[in-house]
């Protein structure tokens, strides 16, 4: 297995989204890319100290727990870092659906083909 180069906080290019990252959250059993978020770096501080992902939700202009208000939680088992330091993966252990529509994850539609 090949070792991953750590970096830190401090090395996260927070001011290229304008204080903000994207996140793409992974189920750690079952590969699926679960959900599409952002962390600023109050959520991100928060998901290392507990070990659950926080978001900012933008819509809210707050930073919330994933599964604050649904019980439908994510488990953080690791955090890895773009290439640029202006994105992140969270690997997590999902304990219940990842959208809050109730589907397993936010990516369950497909763009129609052949007209937009």
Not at 59 to 73: A, L
């Amino acid at each position: 297995m090949r070792v991953l180069k750590e970096v830190s906080l401090k090395d996260l290019n927070f001011e290229k989204g304008g204080g903000i990252l994207p996140v793409v959250a992974q189920d750690s059993d079952s590969g699926k890319v679960l959900t599409l978020a952002y962390v600023n770096r109050e959520a991100l501080e928060k998901t290392i100290m507990t070990g659950y992902a926080h978001y900012y939700r933008r819509s809210h202009g707050k930073v919330m727990m994933k599964g604050e208000t649904s019980g439908n939680v994510q488990e953080v088992v690791d955090i890895l870092v773009d290439c640029d330091n202006d994105a992140l993966l969270y690997i997590v252990k999902p304990r219940g659906p990842a959208c809050h529509l109730g589907e397993e994850t936010c990516f369950h539609r497909r763009l129609k083909r052949g007209g937009l």
